[in-house]
Nanobody
């Protein structure tokens, strides 16, 4: 059974930093891509950052240069380091992966950026 557990959200002032963690079980990060999505109130869930099993990364234009996705295969954990946070980054952030055509989501962690 695949399980994803996020942590690290919180309240931060604009310009600050946070690091989100997603601990995965039931899969191996070295063989599975992982993604971070976010959803703000009234908005659709959007892809923020992605990392393949081989370590290739991609980012939404809105976070390029500010966010970094990385993985620790030994800990089976993926991270999202966020710098220069803006109020528009406020959202619930979700970890996501897919295996055998099935999608798995974490429970989400709230990130609130005050102006």
């Amino acid at each position: 059974q695949v399980q994803l557990v996020e942590s690290g959200g919180g309240l931060v002032q604009a310009g600050g930093s946070l690091r989100l963690s997603c601990a995965a079980s039931g899969i191996q990060l070295s063989h599975n891509g992982m993604n971070w999505y976010r959803q703000a109130p009234g908005n659709q869930r959007e892809l923020v950052a992605a990392i393949t099993g081989g370590g290739t990364t991609n980012y939404a234009d809105s976070v390029k240069g500010r966010f970094t996705i990385s993985g620790d295969n030994a800990k089976n954990t993926v991270y999202l380091q966020m710098h220069s946070l803006k109020p528009e980054d406020t959202a619930v952030y979700y970890c996501h992966t897919a295996r055998n055509w099935r999608a798995y989501w974490g429970q989400g962690t709230q990130v609130t950026v005050s102006s």
